[in-house]
């Protein structure tokens, strides 16, 4: 009986925190002030008008893939970090686990090289 009275607890803090953040969702849109003017509507550009018009030119969506790959290596190191430091207490299976993981982020950085997706043109 006492798993049931925490699976109710659970529920009624997840029910809560819905029912505030939706609340105060609510609260803010009921009381806010909104003014439609056209400098809203423009990019800010640190105090300066904008150089170029950005609704009708187009950007490079290169820098994407140079984000996506970034962000996959620093999780990685962000996932090595531990496994590093706790390496002397690691059975083989750690290991090979470890390895598997590198070899993975290797491959798929030789294969984000070889295809192109990592040349700016």
């Known amino acids: 009986m006492d798993g049931i009275y925490f699976l109710i607890g659970i529920l009624v803090f997840i ?3 819905t029912i505030l953040a939706a609340a105060l969702v609510a609260i803010g849109k009921a009381t806010s002030y ?3 003017e056209p400098e809203k509507t423009i990019p800010y550009e640190c105090g300066e008008l904008p150089v170029v018009k950005t609704k009708n030119s187009k ?3 290169n820098y994407y893939s140079y984000a996506l790959a970034f962000l996959i290596f620093d999780v ?3 996932l090595l970090i531990p496994w590093v430091m706790s390496f002397k207490e690691q059975s083989l299976t750690g290991i090979l686990a470890a390895t598997a993981f590198l070899a ?3 491959f798929g950085l030789l294969y984000a090289f070889l295809s192109g997706g990592l040349n700016w043109e």
Do not use: C, P, Q
């Open 34 to 36: 909104t003014r439609n």
């Open 104 to 106: 993975i982020l290797v």
């Open 59 to 61: 950007f490079s969506a």
């Open 76 to 78: 990685e190191a962000a």
């Open 15 to 17: 029910l809560t925190g």
